[in-house]
């Protein structure tokens, strides 16, 4: 069975993006992959952390990764900085990737800004970690969105320069499982943005911990145009709004947009919305009720964690040791 790799940063305010664009993906992945799920505090570190906070970020995606429906004692649940192997590997890394390659990388630049001097060297380093945290368990498939692309392709690119120059088969050249239908889920204020934790606006995200009223207030007040609900697909172009609000419609109720439309089309924004709250209610309060019982029970949690980052060292070790061994390391 093939090995796959993700990883999530912990966030605190998980939203219907985080939930639609990536843990439900991972959640239907189980049947056919042997899944390593890690939650990656050592990532999230690269921006400054308050420390209290990142704990309780932490433990936050632990719990609605276990809510939504990942099986931790069949798969590898844990957080990054209990095995030693991802910053081992990483240093490697560090040595193998070239200046010249992580010179590329969009997402640096975009998240360091104009301040580049001022960025820490372990946000310009992230993508070597990414590689090591893939490599360390020889993954051979990674479920991404867009954004991680480059990423991917940098540790392919490494894993190829280190089996090369060690003149090895150390790493498998890990291929991205992109999601087909993944669900891109805009700001309910601006259907041109992604939703997100930082919007300043709290009416632009539905967020996991959101109660039924908070939920059926925010899509109430959700953006939309004056026409009436599109017919078919092609009648969404330049309807940024109505594309968002019906995809979501869609992702939750796991059909198409084309049937969405066919069910919808011709109605009020009011109508739809409507229907649109009771779906997603319906859909979210389960996870969020098992959310809220988790997050009220850290120890359950953190013992979760540990026992997932004891699974996920036996696995590590060997690989690590070999890496070690090739590279010209003395045993210990
Ligand atoms: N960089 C990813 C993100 O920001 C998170 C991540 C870290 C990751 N390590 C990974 C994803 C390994 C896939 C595989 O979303």
Redesign the pocket.
Known sequence: MSRI?????PTGDLHLGNYLGAIRNWVRLQDDYECIF?V?DM?AITTWQDPDGLQASTREVTAALLASGIDADKHTVFNQSQVPGHAELAWIFNCVARMGWLNRMTQFKEKAGKNRENASVGLYAYPNL?AA??LLYKATH?P?GED?KQ?LELTRDIAQKFNNDFKCDMFPVVEPLIFGAATRVMSLRDGTSKMSKSDPSDLSRITMTDDADAIAKKIRKAKTDPEPLPENEKGLEGRPEAANLMGIYAALSDTTLDEVCTNFGGEQFSTFKQNLADLAVSKLAPIQDEMRRLMADPAYVDGVLRGGAQKARNMAQPIIDEVKATVGYLKP
């Open positions: 790799f993700s990883g999530v940063q890690c990656v990532h990414m945290d893939i990674v991404v991680q990423h």
